[in-house]
């Protein structure tokens, strides 16, 4: 059994290299922004390497400076990445002991995968490739800081694979009571919530049994990561899976506001809107759902199912629409203009990983750690308290 500094309980490793070996994950890297720029107004060499400067929203005269902590650590790499922006002691300790034990997970599993290999043909995946890490930040500027600061504010927290994975939306049954959770500044957006997790049903159900129901809530009591991982990795995948038969994996990003009115909108409406740069023309798509519907595994898994291939097609459209609202890069509005690709689910990271962050770095795991209210953020792991004291503004 791998170690668990938690106490929860974990998979034996033999199982977590049968799921996981052999596995090329896709490596890419995370587009990186151009920084903006100092203050024209003299720094000294010490106080300009320990600032970040944004405009304000009303103009460039305006200026937040925000400071970082001076005990962030800046040259640390996690699993042959740098961690931008600068990360605690506490937090680099902790991601020590996690390379440290996927290295030794890895090394013991290099005998079989070899053997694989050899008789396969191929190559084994890398160290790195293996693990899954694209990308890693910590420290990053938040005007709301001081007072409300974020554990990025302290170095304490991390995002793995930032720009593949999403805060998405959750649903949490607490007794007689569903909670849909997500991101705290949209937590006014329960109705757009609630029509993301339906879409997860109807995902699940399409790509599973009509009876099964998404299981995309927050952390039960004593439930083990690895149970928190597949669930919502089942989600995921069925995702990807019920999209590909309209859309397309790329782009990562989609660049326009969902349809203002999208269970109202005519199927004229939904091909106008949906480019076929991100969706499969109309013909193509309800031929690859005829055949899928067509065969006997689906016929006798989903006897007398409603829709028809063409009705199935356009479904799926409108629920393309739906999911990815939760899915913003920015700020949680009602209708974003810029999203993540839900055509490509929202989970990329093997569980080795996960799990090993969670029971041996001792992270909590937004995705399901944050309670039923805020729970869903699939790219971010903390320490669960601020390792240094956040600087804000001066």
């Known amino acids: 059994m791998l170690p668990s500094a938690s106490g929860r309980r974990t998979r034996p490793i033999g199982t977590w290299m049968s799921e996981n070996l052999g596995v090329i994950h896709d490596i890419v890297r995370r587009h990186r922004t151009t920084p903006n720029p100092l203050p024209s107004r003299p720094l000294t060499p010490a106080r300009a390497s320990r600032i970040s400067v944004r405009h304000a929203l009303s103009g460039p005269s305006d200026v937040v400076i925000q400071r970082r902590p001076a005990a962030l650590i800046d040259n640390f790499n996690f699993i042959g990445h740098h961690v931008e922006g600068g990360i ?12 440290t034990a996927l290295t030794a ?6 005998p079989v995968a070899n053997a694989v290999a050899t008789v396969l043909g191929g190559t084994p995946p890398s160290f790195e490739e293996w693990a899954g890490v694209t990308s890693a930040r910590s420290w990053r500027p938040q005007s709301s800081c001081p007072p409300t600061c974020s554990l990025h504010q302290s170095g304490s927290a991390v995002d793995i694979n930032y720009d593949l994975q999403p805060y998405i939306a959750t649903r949490t ?13 949209g937590a006014g957006l329960q109705a757009q919530r609630r029509a993301a997790t339906e879409v997860y049903d109807r995902a699940v159900r399409f790509m599973s049994t009509p009876a099964e129901t998404a299981q995309a809530g ?31 994996p790329d782009p990562r990003a989609v660049t326009r506001q969902p349809i203002a009115d999208i269970e109202g909108a005519t199927d004229a409406d939904l091909l106008s809107t949906i480019p076929e740069t991100e969706r499969r023309p109309e013909d193509i798509g309800t031929a ?10 689906f016929q006798n898994s989903h006897p007398g199912w409603p ?16 999911v990815r609202i939760p899915m913003v ?3 949680p509005v009602a209708r974003p203009a810029d999203t993540r690709n839900p055509a490509r689910g929202f989970l990329h990271m093997p569980p080795v990983l996960v799990e090993t962050l969670v029971d041996v770095g001792r992270l909590r795991w937004g995705i399901a750690d944050f309670g039923a209210h805020q729970s ?4 971010h792991f903390d320490l669960g308290s601020h390792d240094l004291t956040p600087d804000g503004q001066p």
């Open 88 to 99: 605690s002691p506490g937090l680099r300790d902790r991601l020590r002991d996690v390379e």
């Open 105 to 110: 997970v890895y090394n013991r599993a290099q």
């Open 173 to 185: 049954t607490q007794g007689s009571t569903t909670v849909f959770g997500g991101e705290l500044a």
């Open 218 to 248: 927050a952390r039960g009591t004593g439930e083990t990561t690895s149970a928190v991982y597949a669930r919502f990795s089942r989600v995921s995948d069925a995702l990807r899976g019920y999209f590909d038969f309209a859309f397309l």
């Open 288 to 297: 690859l759902l005829e055949d899928h519907m067509q065969t006997p595994q």
């Open 307 to 322: 829709l028809t291939p063409r009705e199935q097609y356009f479904r799926i459209l409108r629920d393309y629409e739906h």
């Open 329 to 331: 890069r920015g700020a």
């Open 376 to 379: 869903g953020d699939t790219h």
